[in-house]
Structure formats: structure tokens, C-alpha cells
């Protein structure tokens, strides 16, 4: 079922499996790069308060589903909404700051020389005012001690999954109600990757955040989303709790190493 991705799930499937009300909808959504196509119509839906993680094989187009939500690909058809409004043509700022969409940046996206808490205040480079992301920063703080503890080090004496906390939390100074985050175990030692899994559940339990997630560590990924989604070449195979998923032989066969 996983080579035919022709007959992937219905749209009312996904809505039913989302749990609620759509908070982010995609539509038939078609974008790649350029004149390259590589989506080639995604449904998807995700309800206030829960997550789903996208898997799938290397070059499926996982993380192009993402930066085509926050807006980093070129919309060749389709709509994404938020809360009902279109919001396929809008900047990936006005998501931010208009949507409460945030993107999760990695990839040594911490500025090393700067402070923990200067690092944490460019979350808020699109307030109004500079003290509004200084009041958002001290909410931070007060929830991540590990943060606060070191707020005056430069950002280069963090470890590993610091250095991840704090690229979530500076997502987290806007407020945002959906987090996208790209592969948030990728280049953790083991030790941390539980660390930042606990941290994105009690940010989606706790603050009621709704996350979508890709992770290449299908496992962890499955096991921290209410819903599962497999990419297979631009399309959606298949769709099933996270749970259900994990369980499924030829899922496990192909992408948790069973
Ligand atoms: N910035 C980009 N410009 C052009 N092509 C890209 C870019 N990013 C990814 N691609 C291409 O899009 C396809 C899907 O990539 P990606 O979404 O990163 O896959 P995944 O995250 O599932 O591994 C790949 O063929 C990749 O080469
Ligand atoms: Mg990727």
C-alpha cells in the first residue's frame, strides 16, 4: 500500500483522524522549488492542541511540507489555512507574526557569541517593541531553568540539547500556536533526544500548542504524535494514529528498523 500512493487517505479521513476542529489545513497543496514540482497535492489537517509527525523516506518531500506551511516554497496549487483563513500567500513574518505559525530553525541557527538571552530576544525581532521580546524572553526563563541559569554565557557553552531548547524557545517568544519543527532529534546524543521529546509533549499538553513534526527517527516520532502521516514521494500513503502506525509490520519494516 505504501508504493501506491494514488490511493492515499480521503480528505474526511484526515479530518476525523486530526481529532478536532482543523487549526492548520492543507488543500490538494502542490509546491517544490523553482520549476520543480515536489509535492503533488498533500492533504493534511491538524487539530488545536495536537500533534502529527511526518515520515517517510529520505527525499519524500517531508520537510518541504514545512516550509511550505511557513512559506519558503513556491505555491503552485492548493490553500493552506489557519483557523479557517487562507493563508497560502502570506509571508513567512505575517505567519509568524499574523498566524502564530512558527518555524523552528536548527542547523546551528544559535548565534555562538551571543548570549543566551540575546539569542532567545531575536525570537521577538518582529514585535513592536524591543521590551516586548524581553518580557516574552523573562516567560521563557521562568519555565526553562537550564536556560535562565545560564542566560549571560555565551550560547556556545550550552550542550547539545541546550543549544535545541533554546532554538525551541525562541520559536516560543512569539506565542505561536502551531510549532513546525524539522527533525528535532537529528545530531543529539541519546541522552538528549528523550530530553527534547519530553519538552515538545509538555508544550503541546501543558501550553496546548499544536506541533507538526518531522522526524527521521520514526520511532521516537510516532511514539511522541496522536497522528502519523507516511510521505512517499510527494504524497500522502497513509495515515494512522501515531500508535497504529507503530504497530503496522510493513511501516516497521520499512523506516523503524524492524
Ligand atoms: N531548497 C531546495 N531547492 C531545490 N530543491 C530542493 C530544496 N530542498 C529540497 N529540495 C528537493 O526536494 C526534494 C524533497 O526534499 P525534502 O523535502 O528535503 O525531503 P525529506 O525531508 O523528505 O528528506 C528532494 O529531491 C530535494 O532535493
Ligand atoms: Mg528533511
Redesign the pocket.
Known amino acids: 500500500m505504501l508504493a501506491v500512493p494514488d490511493s492515499g487517505p480521503s480528505r474526511e479521513e484526515l479530518r476525523l483522524l486530526a481529532g478536532g476542529e482543523p487549526l492548520l489545513s492543507l488543500e490538494r497543496l502542490r509546491a517544490?522549488?523553482?520549476r520543480?514540482e515536489?509535492l503533488h497535492g498533500i492533504d493534511l489537517v491538524v487539530a488545536p492542541g495536537r500533534s502529527l509527525c511526518l515520515i517517510?523516506?529520505?527525499?519524500?518531500?517531508?520537510?518541504?511540507?514545512l516550509?511550505s506551511i511557513y512559506g519558503f516554497t513556491r505555491i503552485l496549487e492548493g490553500t493552506i489555512r489557519v483557523a479557517g483563513e487562507d493563508v497560502t500567500r502570506i509571508s513567512p513574518n505575517q505567519k509568524l507574526r499574523r498566524s502564530g505559525v512558527a518555524y523552528v530553525l536548527q542547523d546551528n541557527s544559535v548565534f555562538p557569541d551571543m548570549t543566551v538571552e540575546e539569542n532567545l530576544w531575536m525570537g521577538g525581532y518582529l514585535m513592536d517593541r524591543p521590551q516586548q521580546a524581553k518580557e516574552a524572553a523573562e516567560r521563557v526563563f521562568a519555565k526553562y531553568k537550564r536556560l535562565a541559569d545560564r542566560r549571560r554565557q555565551p550560547a556556545r557553552v550550552l550542550s547539545g540539547g541546550e543549544r535545541r531548547l533554546l532554538e525551541i524557545s525562541r520559536a516560543l517568544v512569539m506565542d505561536p500556536k502551531v510549532l513546525l519543527v524539522?527533525e528535532p532529534s537529528i545530531g543529539l546524543e541519546p541522552r538528549y533526544i528523550d530530553m527534547v521529546f519530553e519538552i515538545l509533549t509538555d508544550l503541546q499538553r501543558q501550553e496546548g500548542k499544536s506541533i507538526v513534526m518531522?522526524e527521521q527517527n520514526a520511532k521516537k516520532g510516532l511514539e511522541f504524535a496522536d497522528v502519523g502521516y507516511v510521505?512517499v514521494a510527494?504524497k500522502v500513503a497513509r495515515a494512522a494514529t501515531g500508535r497504529e502506525l507503530l504497530e503496522d509490520p510493513e511501516v516497521g519494516r520499512l523506516f523503524l528498523g524492524g
Open positions: 517544490g522549488y523553482g520543480m515536489i517517510g523516506p529520505n527525499g519524500a518531500g517531508k520537510s518541504t511540507v516550509h524539522d518531522v510521505l510527494g
